[in-house]
């Protein structure tokens, strides 16, 4: 998981200003529902527009799309980033939760 959730983190910097505050936005609204969560396939679905994003490992390159408008055009768009910023989520609570109380 480690893999996709680093290179989605690093894909993320390159989105807009604007589509890092609206994802920000959308992720602390819990706008985003994760689908499927594995090492090289992550899809969720943004109660924004009803939007779905898709991140996928092909090749070793990272891969996405999603069902908005500029997602479709190739940008990392707001639903992008929210998914991106659920993922880092969620991959914090997993390595926590894994992690021994000393």
Do not use: Y
Not at 19 to 47: K, S, Y
């Amino acid at each position: 998981m480690d893999d996709i959730a680093r290179l989605i983190g690093f894909e993320a910097k390159t989105a807009s200003q604007e589509a890092l505050a609206r994802g920000g936005d959308l992720e602390r609204a819990d706008a985003v529902q994760l689908v499927r969560f594995c090492p090289t396939l992550i899809t969720a679905e943004v109660d924004d527009d009803a939007a779905c994003v898709r991140f996928q490992i092909v090749d070793e390159d990272l891969r996405w799309h999603c069902t908005c408008e500029p997602g479709r055009n190739g940008d990392f768009c707001a639903h992008c980033v929210a998914t991106a910023e659920s993922v880092a989520r969620a991959v914090r609570r997993t390595e926590a939760a894994l992690i021994p109380n000393t």
